[in-house]
């Protein structure tokens, strides 16, 4: 079950360095932990078997995948910080040591939320793969949570996941691990809400799975009318959290969800994503108003995706999703596939530009960022992980964290939050202490703002913005009410 060549299967292009050193790093791990025995009375070398391999999964570089193997060594096998530097070398340490490090942070309870997530962020912020090394260790324990003994600490993992993990997960646009992780959590932080969630789902499939199938072979064959090489179909079931969510927001009235099951469709380029929209629509009626065309303006965290709703025309409505190949690898993967996406760029020093059009959001302005940096010459390696830097991470006295870019005040803030919120900004606090709305704010700030109905935007504010969020809002308002 546990045999290396699974991961290597799983890995793109590997170099021959690439194979000896995770096999290496397998054959130390199964030796280190030799012995010991997970709390699922499983061998605890399984643990960092999956954990590996969920990196491989991701789509991380080679580095990342030997450090899953070796995640535990230090904690948990006999092996101490010189030996591990004198088998894998500084990098790999590196990782090892910083994974281990933020093992120690618990979470206990909604007090410290807050505290925990500024301080996972301190520490992560020398390299996003120790973060992502996490995340996958996270992965399993999540999945195996059954096995553990005690009833406390199941729930304390499930909570600590949604509410420290998923939220993470999400701002690296990791969407695939999301669901993992908010399905494997639900059950025991909110056992009737999720066994709810089941009952309604597993009613409503009983109809819904025959029109599916029906609806899934006419989408197949109509798509074939395009021309279009290489398209592919699929369609996936919503995650029990993400439906129980929406189920609250429409009077937990299932009929009324119409993305229960989601038909995707992935071609090669942006265009035939328009072509595959058109050709759905000549054949089914979409119903108005839930077209959604997240390519031309992506979500908040570089989701992309055309999403359109249509009747079936034997009283089902479905919702079907059409995007490019690699625009659907990054909304599985995240970030994680721009690591290994950039791997390789590196690799064969391609002059060209990484593909497609720039998206929005701040994995494309590191990206830019990082083509900079390469392209004046500094060694890359040591500063692309480090994206952290580049933006500041603030919190909403309820905990939820908004990521600025560097230099941005309170004015940005409110903004992100909402334009209603930034139009009516009349104060703002910072660390619960009364602060100047052009305050350049700081990682780890907690900001509040305070509104009236009076208060409204003035032109001065346009010089205390950072992002052309709050710019274009600002510039809006005061074009709206000119002369006022
Ligand atoms: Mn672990």
């Not at 993470?168 to 969407?175: A, E, N, S, Y």
């Not at 990484?354 to 900079?372: A, D, H, P």
């Not at 709305?437 to 907690?446: A, E, H, M, R």
Request: charged content about 30%.
């Amino acid at each position: 079950m546990t045999d290396v060549n699974k991961i290597i299967e799983l890995l793109h292009n590997p170099s021959k360095e690439d194979i000896v050193l995770i096999t290496k790093a397998y054959t130390f791990a199964k030796k280190a932990h030799e012995g010991t025995k997970r709390f699922t009375g499983e061998p605890y070398f399984t643990h960092a078997f999956e954990t590996a391999k969920n990196l491989a999964l991701f789509g991380v570089d080679s580095c990342s995948v030997t450090a899953g193997f070796l995640h535990d060594v230090l904690e948990d096998g006999d092996v101490n910080e010189e030996t591990l530097k004198k088998e894998f070398g500084e990098e790999i340490l590196f990782l090892v040591d910083g994974v281990t490090k933020l093992g120690t942070l618990k979470y206990r309870g909604t007090k410290r939320h807050v505290e925990s997530l500024r301080k996972l962020f301190i520490a992560t912020s020398h390299d996003v793969r120790v973060l992502i090394i996490k995340l996958a260790d996270r992965l399993h324990n999540i999945k195996t949570l059954g096995g553990h003994p005690e009833k406390e600490k199941r729930e304390r993992i499930a909570l600590e996941t949604l509410e420290i993990f998923v939220p993470l997960v999400d701002r690296l646009g990791m969407g695939r691990l999301k669901q993992e992780m908010e399905d494997y959590a639900f059950p025991y932080i909110y056992p009737q809400k999720y066994q709810t969630a089941r009952k309604l789902f597993q009613q409503k499939n009983k109809g819904l799975s025959q029109h599916v199938q029906k609806f899934y072979l006419a989408l197949q064959n109509k798509l074939t009318e395009s021309g279009i090489k290489d398209i592919k179909t699929s369609y996936r079931i919503k995650g029990m959290y993400s439906l129980y969510n929406k189920l609250l927001r429409y009077e937990m009235d299932i009929d009324k969800i119409y993305d229960i099951v989601a038909f995707r469709v992935t071609v090669p380029t942006i265009e035939d994503c328009y072509q595959i929209l058109g050709i759905v629509h000549g054949a089914w009626k979409p119903l108005p108003g839930r077209i959604k065309d997240y390519i031309a303006i992506p979500k908040p965290n570089g989701y992309q995706s055309i999403h359109s709703t249509v009747f079936t025309g034997d009283g089902e409505i479905v919702e079907i999703q059409i995007r490019t190949r690699q625009i659907h690898r990054e909304a599985e993967y995240g970030i994680a596939s721009h690591l290994a996406y950039k791997e390789k760029y590196l690799k064969h020093s391609i002059k060209q530009p990484m593909t497609v059009k720039k998206q929005l959001g701040w994995i494309q302005e590191l990206l830019q960022w990082q083509k900079e940096v390469s392209e004046s010459g500094i060694f890359l390696k040591d500063l692309k992980m480090d994206f952290f830097k580049f933006r500041v991470f603030v919190f909403t006295p309820k905990g939820d964290v908004i990521d600025l870019p560097i230099g941005a005040t309170p004015i940005d803030f409110a903004y992100a939050i909402h334009s209603d919120i930034g139009n009516h900004t009349a104060e703002a606090k910072i660390n619960r202490k009364m602060a100047s709305l052009k305050t350049k704010l700081k990682s780890g700030d907690l900001v509040e703002i305070i509104t009236k109905k009076k208060a409204c935007p003035t032109r001065k504010w346009l010089d205390y913005t950072e992002t052309n969020l709050a710019y274009r809002q600002i510039h809006l308002y005061l074009q709206k009410n000119q002369g006022r």
